[in-house]
């Protein structure tokens, strides 16, 4: 099982990009799935998770401007980012709780992280 991110770059304050981020491999089943980001010198920290059945919670700082979505067909997760800041500059992982084929218990795997950065 492995999660593979894209969509970062570089963009303007007040840009928009769109994260994407896809399990593939031996997948029984998806729980939730989310995104974290890490700052340099910060901790990793929660950005959006959202369940099977849709239901999304976000950090307070990136309420309304985020949007996080999921695609069940494709296995796959999304970030929609709007108006961003330079503080959102950052890794940006995706994060999935799968339970493979053939395994009795839920576990959380990790996208290989993309890089976004805000800057003028």
């Known amino acids: 099982v492995q999660l593979q991110a894209s969509g970062g770059g570089l963009v303007q304050p007040g840009g928009s990009l769109r994260l994407s981020c896809t399990a593939s491999g031996s997948i029984f089943m998806i729980n939730a799935m989310g995104w974290y980001r890490q700052a340099p010198g910060k901790q990793r920290e929660l950005v959006a998770t959202i369940t099977s059945g849709g239901s999304t919670n976000y950090a307070d700082r990136v309420k309304g401007r985020f949007t996080c979505s999921r695609d069940n067909a494709k296995n796959t997760v999304y970030l929609q980012m709007s108006s961003l800041k330079p503080e959102d500059t950052a890794v940006y992982y995706c994060?999935?709780?799968?339970?493979?084929?053939?395994?009795?218990?839920?576990?959380?795997?990790w996208g290989q992280g993309t890089q976004v950065t805000v800057s003028s």
């Open positions: 994060l999935a709780q799968i339970i493979p084929y053939g395994m009795r218990k839920i576990d959380d795997y």
